[in-house]
């Protein structure tokens, strides 16, 4: 067996078998290997649009919760001030109606103090005709002498 025979047969064995994968394997695997790759840098893109997406609809969400957060202070202040308003509104009230009851508690003791009046000058009026007739020891005749009477009670 001859070395150099040997290892020509093996040179040319192995330059048909790097011309058999170089024509039939290796296609096959570089486009797999391509395709995969293609398919990692899609995935890579999509997850990177995906994250800025994410960080748009994070910044919209924080967007809208303050304004969410505004409109409610908006709303709690236009309610306090309604609270205060209704308050004062109420005290405004309170305080008329109290001074109309007051009106009417003083219209009814003028009115009763007017009708005591009356009531005394009648009773002094006959007390003081009573008197007189014991003093004059004689009747005096009432409708003769009513005005006088009822000048005497107006006095009082």
């Not at 649009?49 to 960080?55: G, I, N, S, V």
């Not at 205060?84 to 003791?109: H, P, Y």
Request: charged content about 25%; hydrophobic content about 45%.
């Amino acid at each position: 067996m001859n070395i150099n025979a040997t290892l020509l047969g093996q040179a040319i064995s192995f330059a048909i078998f790097v011309w058999f994968c170089m024509k039939y394997v290796w296609p096959p695997l570089t486009a797999a290997m391509e395709e995969r790759q293609k398919q990692m840098s899609d995935g890579l893109e999509n997850a990177e649009k995906a994250q800025a997406e994410l960080d748009l609809a994070k910044a919209e969400v924080e967007k809208q919760l303050k304004e969410a957060k505004q409109q409610s202070a908006v709303l709690i202040d236009q309610a306090n001030k309604r609270a205060n308003q209704i308050v004062d509104e109420a005290k405004v009230i309170a305080v008329k109606e109290g001074d109309r009851l007051k009106q009417a508690a003083q219209a009814d003791i003028e009115q009763e103090v007017n009708s005591a009046k009356e009531v005394l000058r009648k009773q002094v009026s006959v007390l003081a005709v009573a008197g007189a007739e014991k003093i004059l020891e004689s009747s005096v005749d009432q409708n003769a002498h009513s005005e006088m009477l009822n000048n005497l009670a107006a006095e009082l």
